[in-house]
């Protein structure tokens, strides 16, 4: 694994990026920010897709930390200068597990040595000395392989490989997204009956949909005190052709929808657009999401929004990109917002800058040092 030298200090990271008219090349510009950009995700190179997460570096450019056998990182975290990165390992196996300071651990679940079966973590959450880990385990055999079924995992000394707790044993699903209030485990995601998708969120493992009339999927929680903020996207009544973005709160079993994102070109349907609110976080009070919209299978408009909950229905602000999927989403000390997806990172919407131009990237999570 590449080693970095000082990585847990604080840099200041120069990402801002114009183009000066006339000029392929970007010019870098200062911005100040009061801690460390870590983004995680994967690499495509020879034909093969590796997990690793990325440093930024006192000159505004990425370095990329390889892990050992990792297919896929879908999380990271930087707790008391330790990194944390949550996927699954590389094609051969598939398997869910945990990256603590590069040091691969495969997360207990059945069927992990069978080659038709595959499992991934997502997120995780700590709890004092307890990591929550959220995700799908292969819960049996079907004739296509095996049923990915959503779960979470506790890590800890007296379980230093997880103990897997089901969520769903034989239905499709997934626990994409982990808190903890309380002391208690709050996972989302979703899982499928009698071909609907529903919504879900599980408190322990009791599981409750969010949402009755219209398909959809949780994709990231956060908590804020005794409240708790959910963020995914719900279809049009099951119709299949308009995906909304979408948030709830607490308790709520149906949706508050979000801005879209703005169609940019006239051939293309401003009705066949899926839109999805991929992760969701707070700072002081203040609610922020990211996502995208897809129009047509063919353009995407990537945005954040701010969000006001003071309300019945939330109001909310929304700022698009140009392109691109936005996956995660950070807010610095000093308040700058902070999105990646796509191979980029983007800071308070200026333009993103990728975290590497040799190889294809795919940025799933970002999170600050501080």
């Not at 069927?111 to 991934?120: L, V």
């Not at 999105?339 to 980029?344: A, H």
Request: charged share 20%; with cysteine.
């Amino acid at each position: 694994m590449k080693q970095l030298k000082n990585h847990y200090k604080a840099l200041i990271l120069f990402i801002s990026i114009f183009i000066i008219i006339g000029c392929s090349d970007p010019i870098i510009e200062p911005v100040n920010l009061p801690g460390q950009i870590y983004v995680a995700g994967s690499y495509t190179t020879g034909g093969y897709e590796y997990g690793a997460y990325w440093v930024a570096n006192s000159s505004g450019t990425y370095d990329r930390v390889d892990l050992d056998d990792a297919g896929v990182i879908h999380d990271i975290k930087v707790r008391d200068g330790v990194v944390y990165a949550v996927g699954e390992t590389t094609w051969g196996e598939r398997d869910p597990a945990i990256w603590i300071d590069g040091v691969k651990t495969v997360l207990s679940a059945p069927y992990n040595d069978e080659s038709w079966g595959a499992a991934t973590a997502f997120d995780m959450a700590f709890d004092g000395n307890d990591i929550y880990i959220s995700g799908n385990y292969v819960s049996e055999k079907a004739s296509l392989g095996g049923v990915s079924s959503a779960c979470y995992w506790i890590l800890n000394d007296d379980n230093p490989q997880g103990k897997l707790y089901p969520l769903q044993s034989g239905v499709s699903s997934d626990a994409y997204g982990i808190a903890i209030l309380n002391g208690q485990p709050i996972s989302v995601g979703w899982y499928q009956k009698e071909h609907k998708i529903y919504p879900a969120k599980w408190i322990g493992n009791q599981r409750s949909n969010l949402d009755g009339k219209n398909d959809g999927e949780a994709m990231d929680i956060v908590i804020d005190g005794n409240d708790f903020y959910i963020s995914g996207w719900t279809d049009n009544k099951r119709g299949a052709t308009h995906y909304y973005p979408t948030v709830w709160k607490n308790n709520q079993n149906s949706r508050k929808t979000l801005k879209e994102g703005t169609l940019r070109r006239s051939e293309v349907s401003s009705d066949d657009r899926e839109a999805y609110a991929s992760a969701i976080t707070i700072k002081n009070g203040n609610i922020y999401a990211t996502g995208y919209t897809y129009f047509d299978n063919s353009v995407t408009s990537a945005s954040f929004w701010t969000i006001d909950y003071s309300g019945n229905n939330p109001s909310n602000e929304i700022t698009e990109f140009n392109g691109g999927e936005m996956k995660d989403i950070v807010i610095s000390q000093n308040g700058d917002i902070i999105t990646v997806g796509s191979g980029e990172v983007w800071i308070n919407g200026i333009s993103g800058q990728a975290v590497e131009v040799d190889v294809s990237v795919y940025t799933n999570a970002v999170t600050i040092s501080e």
